[in-house]
């Protein structure tokens, strides 16, 4: 995978009148897929005025070799709003400077004081919150040193800058005020108005002046492999001793500031008010991953200020005995102790699975007694993780609760998929089930494949369909051989009869001359956890998926849920399900929207995978449908 998408790059010293225009017109082009209709678009008339502002100091510079690339967009989601490319004067290396522009006038700008690494920024079109522009591009320059290949490898030097052009140098003291003075040590590095000659001074310092516009210095940082880390629960296991192992990409960063911020007034003894950070995002989105590193920060300062280890913290989840089974297994240096369990006080509670939580009743033993006793919160959820009928945990719910018991209430949204190969397609599951416009890049395609082997072009998760069960299981067992991580999974329409027989098959399914026969998943904590590490002779349902993930899966697509083609909607079928699920069958009476339900389930069924999903369908129009919604390319069908 490439770093990213460079929108468009052009030499300094050809950037005159009628070249800019083009540049401008290409640039256009890259990010919004179309010609510019409207260049009155206020993005447009952003870039018209940053880019020469820049470009002019570059100039003054006398360093028009170099190249400017302009609306990088990296693979974790934001652009770069320039980036200038050149060779460094200390030692003639490869040499990128990312620029942070900004259009922010003082009058503009506003520190928002609740212990959130943020601006309040209003301008006559719109008011909005941004990330302080030193945090911005310092968590631009440590994403590519850790991903980039040529920056990881040293072949590459980043570095980074700001440049507020309309914001007077005299009034730049008040950006590192408050909350914000954190990165005083960084000032010299942002360039307001007025210092427009001391910016100059500054590239002249970064860039050598001769041969500065090496192409190959362009393609070393555009075409640069980029690596992605699989972020899982294995993390789980360093998050006290080793929590730099702990990887992160941009909006996990930006979430975990913030969250710092109120955690390091709260060390200091300086937090007058108790928090309830919640982050919400699909299925790879990272959330238990920006929970443990929330916690392994903690557990750092706390060590570094007080020089012992008694933290008052918690990671918690609501009752999941499979995924307690799991991170028991893996091992860590905190225990798991599920939520309606714990006795506070605490300082920091966080509290996975968020969306499975039923009540949030305050009387002795109750959820909100113990969220209650926690001076700072986090939640980690997706409303479109409940699946049965009684969980309440919502983002609204939580809203509310917050507001109840004083607490001051954040809520953040990863939306960026961080497993391996994911590309768009959780945006086209929820398209296939929920309806409305399909999400995700169209460089990030989804196809299927058809061919015996396991190869899929562009960035997308492997995808096949398979005709037949002895087809899925004979796939099955040649992936096997090569990565143990691969599981069978499939909707609760089966009696689980090995839980009280060894010997006994649950899943029974006559397909032409063969009969597919697989028990359900193990029943004890320590058959569970090994189990999840490795078998293909047990299937899973929806109650051993939520929070957990393989490199592949193979799900069994029954017709609990099938698509009506004549009617073109879901059909659901409940009686396919309440006689073996009796925990679901319970809950349904308090939940009028069974239907959302099942797609709930289908959708967490359907997003375990991090490099490949087999699926064999039961109904022929669902898995026409299927392939419609899903898979770009149809050809051969």
Known sequence: MKIGRAMHYIRIADTKKANFKDFLEKLWISVKGRRPVDTGDQEYVSWKESLPKLIQVVRDAGLEQIILAAECELPTGGRIDAVLLGYSALDRKPLAVLVELKQWSRSGIELYGDGYTVLRVRSSRENYFSIHPVRQTDGYVKYLERNHCGAAEGRLLVSACQYLFNYEAAEKEYLFSGDFKMYRACSRQMFCKGEEGRFRDYLRHLFAREASGDPEVLSLFLDSGYRISDLDLEAFRNIINQPENISMVEDQVQITECINMALEKLLCGDLDKKYMFLITGAAGTGKTIAGFKILSDYCRRYQEIYRRSDYKCAYTLPRSRTIKAVLDGIGGGLQVVFLNNLKGPFDLLVVDEGHRVTDFDRRSGGVGRALSSAKLVVILQD?????????????????????????????????????????????????????????????????????????????????????????????????????????????????????????????????????????????????????????????????????????????????????????????????????????????????????????????????????GIYIWFRDPDTREHFREVVLEDRQGN
Request: a positive charge; hydrophobic letters at 30%.
């Open 383 to 611: 409303d479109r993780q409940r699946v049965l009928g009684n969980e309440k945990g919502t983002v609204a719910n939580y809203r509310t609760f917050a507001e109840e018991n004083g607490f001051v209430f954040q809520t953040f949204r990863l939306r960026l998929q961080k497993r391996a190969g994911f590309g768009g397609y959780v945006d086209r599951i929820d398209q296939l089930l929920y309806g409305g416009e399909r999400g995700g890049s169209k460089n990030n395609s989804i196809k299927e494949n058809r061919g015996q082997g396991n190869g899929i072009k562009e960035n997308g998760i492997r995808i096949r369909v398979c005709s037949t069960l002895s087809e899925l299981e004979a796939l099955v067992n040649k992936t096997y051989q090569a990565d143990k991580s691969i599981k069978y999974y499939a909707p609760y329409c089966w009696k689980w009869k090995s839980r009280n027989s060894r010997t006994a098959m649950d899943l029974v399914i006559p397909d032409g001359g063969h009969i597919f026969q697989k028990q359900w998943n193990p029943y004890l904590p320590d058959e569970q956890y090994r189990w999840y590490l490795d078998s293909v002779e047990q299937a899973g349902c929806i109650y051993t998926a939520q929070g957990l993930g393989y490199d592949y899966v193979a799900f069994l697509w029954w017709d609990d849920l099938k698509w009506d083609k004549r009617c073109a909607r879901w059909i659901v079928d409940f009686n396919k399900v309440t006689p073996y699920d009796t925990l679901l069958k319970q809950t349904l009476s308090r939940n009028g929207d069974y239907d959302y339900i099942m797609l709930n389930i289908y959708r967490v069924l359907l997003t375990r995978a991090k490099k």
